[in-house]
């Protein structure tokens, strides 16, 4: 770890680990979630590959202090940075740490938080003269991307990752829309990378709007952020939100940002590593291709996507590159973009008066799924039926760019957790009639990054959506008329206390 004084030491609440990524590191080390690698590793696939284990292990954050080809300070690398972890106690403390919360935060808790800001006034960021990220610049020739030591993710990938866990950061040309985002990028040569500007993402919204106007796209890349900039980035929240006043309500506290060297974007003060320049609407570069959220590699999947010009890097000494090696589970492509696109699909059912209690992306559809818990009481209250309710969820989601990435809903009863992938799938297999209990979408925009959509039998970027309906007839009506066959509702709760007082002394093992 730096040499750099505690946060504990710190009354300066920018320095807090959700507001300061050296302090959630530390913050990290202080949960026992965290292992620093000494020895040299090579950014050439040994790092992912310790990372991509981890995730699929559910194992503490590699934190590589000693990378191969190491170069003026530039950089360490921190892998896994918000995947989850062994405990089931505190299987979203990494998540949780991004957002002030205690590490046995619940995912509801979690999504409760990141949805709070909605109907609160913005917090505007507080203009600095200067920060950490300006402890170390270097401009135009000076500039050699090839030279840093950043990670080939996956052997069949087409080029270095840099950008897997930072945010883009452009603004309209009327400035009244400053957007933060995550979105992959890799090295393309010494001055340019190349990376997804995608519809309907906002990048490409305000990429368009500078095309209109003839202009390249005044653009930074921030790396190593604050956690809660780069929770809230992740968010498909409304067109036109600026992401740095949402953060500030969210955590009631104006989020300090300084002034790019070579444009007028402002980016957080203390972000690790900052890269300035232009996203090109003309000039393009194959990109790709890349190991992505769903666990796939197409080795010929390479397309031209803009290219962006760095034209300066600022950054912290000693700074510290975040890294998400995406692929099958559990990584942050999955905590982060499922998770937070149902956070929002639930707000958008509520705010239209729908019986929506509780979305979530369940992990084991690899996040193409958004499980709706459904309040039945009130469901039976609006006199409907399966096809209007289903119609009714469908038309709105599927329509909104909360609902992009998602490509079935599954509507599921008030006994049902959302938030256990058992639950669910025991609901969606038992209750959903295939075919009969399904309503389809052909005609609204899909997930092109699908394999089932890009690499399909159909069209790659419109369809194949569905709202699965696990509601059983019975609960349209007059409710449940089943009891659960397991533990929790087949025993008297005498019967189940004796069990429990006894469990470890008949030689079972102790529950979390």
Not at 262 to 284: C, F, H, K, Q, R
Not at 458 to 471: C, I, M, R, Y
Request: hydrophobic share 35%; glycine share 8%; charged share 25%.
């Amino acid at each position: 770890m730096s040499n750099v004084r505690s946060y504990h030491q710190s009354g300066n609440p920018q320095d807090l680990p959700h507001m300061n990524f050296r302090s959630f590191v530390e913050a990290l080390k202080e949960d026992n979630d965290l292992v620093e690698i000494d020895r040299e590793v090579d950014p050439h696939l040994e790092v992912a590959a310790i990372t991509r284990k981890v995730c699929e292990t559910n194992d503490k954050a590699p934190l590589f202090n000693n990378v191969k080809g190491t170069k003026d300070g530039l950089f360490r690398i921190l892998g896994a940075p918000a995947s989850l972890r062994k405990s089931s106690k505190e299987r979203y403390g990494r998540l949780a740490r991004h957002l002030a919360l205690p590490p046995t935060a619940s995912m509801r808790e979690i999504l409760d938080k990141m949805i709070s800001a909605s109907k609160m006034k913005p917090i505007p960021p507080n203009i600095v003269k200067t920060g950490s990220c300006k402890e170390n610049k270097l401009f135009e020739d000076q500039i050699d991307l090839t030279a840093l030591p950043s990670p080939l993710i996956h052997k069949d990938d087409g080029g270095k990752y840099i950008q897997t866990f930072g945010m883009h950061i452009v603004q309209s040309p009327d400035g009244k829309w400053t957007n933060w985002a995550i979105a992959r990028a890799m090295i393309s040569d010494k001055r340019h990378l190349t990376g997804l500007v995608i519809e309907p993402q906002h990048i490409w919204q305000i990429h368009q709007m500078w095309k209109k106007e003839g202009k390249d796209v005044p653009w930074a890349l921030a790396l190593g952020v604050p956690p809660a900039a780069v929770m809230t980035s992740s968010m498909p929240i409304p067109d036109g939100v600026t992401e740095a006043g949402y953060i500030g309500s969210m955590v009631g506290e104006a989020l300090d940002l300084v002034k790019c060297e070579t444009n007028d974007l402002y980016v957080p003060a203390n972000s690790e590593i900052v890269m300035e320049g232009t996203l090109s609407i003309s000039e393009t570069g194959p990109e790709g291709p890349f190991g992505e959220m769903h666990g796939y590699v197409f080795p010929a999947d390479t397309h031209m996507w803009p290219k962006y010009k760095v034209n300066a890097i600022t950054y912290r000494n000693n700074p510290i590159l975040p890294m998400s090696a995406a692929g099958r589970l559990t990584d942050e492509t999955h905590t982060m973009i499922g998770s937070l696109a149902a956070a929002e699909i639930r707000r958008i059912c509520q705010e239209h008066d729908l019986p929506i209690t509780d979305v979530f992306s369940p992990f084991e559809s690899q996040v193409t799924w958004a499980a709706m818990r459904v309040d039945t009481a009130k469901l039976r209250a609006m006199k409907t039926n399966s096809k209007e309710f289903s119609k009714r969820i469908g038309d709105l989601i599927f329509n909104e760019k909360a609902g992009y990435t998602i490509h079935r809903i599954v509507l599921v009863g008030d006994d049902i957790d959302v938030y256990n992938g058992k639950d669910v799938m025991w609901a969606f297999s038992t209750r959903c009639r295939p075919g009969t209990d399904e309503t389809f979408y052909e005609g609204c925009r899909g997930f092109p990054l699908i394999p089932y959509m890009s690499h399909g039998t159909s069209f790659p970027n419109k369809g194949g959506k569905v709202v699965s309906d696990a509601l059983l007839p019975s609960e349209y009506t007059t409710g449940r008329d089943w009891v659960a066959a397991d533990f929790e509702h087949s025993y008297p709760e005498d019967v189940k206390a004796k069990v429990l007082a006894n469990w470890e002394t008949m030689g079972f093992s102790k529950e979390e």
